[in-house]
T-cell receptor, first 113, second 114 residues
Framework: DSGVTQTPKHLITATGQRVTLRCSPR?????VYWYQQSLDQGLQFLIQ???????AKGNILERFSAQQFPDLHSELNLSSLELGDSALYFC????????????FGPGTRLLVL | AQSVAQPEDQVNVAEGNPLTVKCTYS??????LFWYVQYPNRGLQFLLK??????LVKGSYGFEAEFNKSQTSFHLKKPSALVSDSALYFC????????????FGAGTRLFVKA
């Protein structure tokens, strides 16, 4: 158990809908990262937050947004969902140290029908 | 721009034999290098990392990796493979010179046959 929690574990929804994925980092970790893992694209970095502020952006679609709250939990919002958004979404957290190790949550499996 | 390559989609090895999973990287500054393992239906687990210092890094479950700056490689190794090592392995790199992105390789699936 990494100490990172993600909810829900599974999510089934329809095209055009909007969903919110939630992540609670390890106790004491200030950074939260979001990744998308699909069969054909591997593990893609989406976005990173550090202590409430956006720190780095990867291949995140405009239909997707994220935020980190004062209690350090984070939410990833996915809107106008398409079939191709079906994937595993991972959250990871880390401390602030350079060369930081990221600790991954169990993921949320999203299926868009 | 930083990048990481895992040239093998799959590695097959017999139990008890040594294993190597290859990784090469490209960064503009000095690299921070990581190996993670993913078991079915699980999140990624940290195995080991290279930040600075000794080029040979030892990690969890008997794995080790060697940082080779001239060949820009960070291959994962284990002297004696176990069936339970069968999983998906990811190499990742972050440029210590700036930026906060960690880029992951495409992953290499390791099969260890009994």
């Amino acid at each position: 158990d990494s100490g990172v929690t993600q909810t829900p574990k599974h999510l089934i929804t329809a095209t055009g809908q909007r969903v919110t994925l939630r992540c609670s980092p390890r106790s004491g970790d200030l950074s939260v990262y979001w990744y998308q893992q699909s069969l054909d694209q591997g593990l893609q970095f989406l976005i990173q937050y550090y202590n409430g502020e956006e720190r780095a952006k990867g291949n995140i679609l405009e239909r997707f947004s994220a935020q980190q709250f004062p209690d350090l939990h984070s939410e990833l919002n996915l809107s106008s969902l398409e079939l191709g958004d079906s994937a595993l979404y991972f959250c990871a957290s880390s401390t602030r140290t350079a060369g930081e190790t990221q600790y991954f949550g169990p993921g949320t499996r999203l299926l868009v029908l | 721009a930083q990048s990481v390559a895992q040239p093998e989609d799959q590695v097959n090895v017999a139990e008890g034999n040594p294993l190597t999973v290859k990784c090469t990287y490209s960064v503009s500054g000095n690299p921070y290098l990581f190996w993670y393992v993913q078991y079915p239906n699980r999140g990624l687990q940290f195995l080991l990392k290279y930040i600075t210092g000794d080029n040979l890094v030892k990690g969890s479950y008997g794995f080790e990796a060697e940082f080779n700056k001239s060949q820009t490689s960070f291959h994962l190794k284990k002297p004696s493979a176990l069936v339970s090592d069968s999983a998906l392995y990811f190499c990742a790199v972050r440029d210590s010179g700036g930026g906060f992105k960690t880029i992951f390789g495409a992953g290499t699936r390791l099969f260890v046959k009994a």
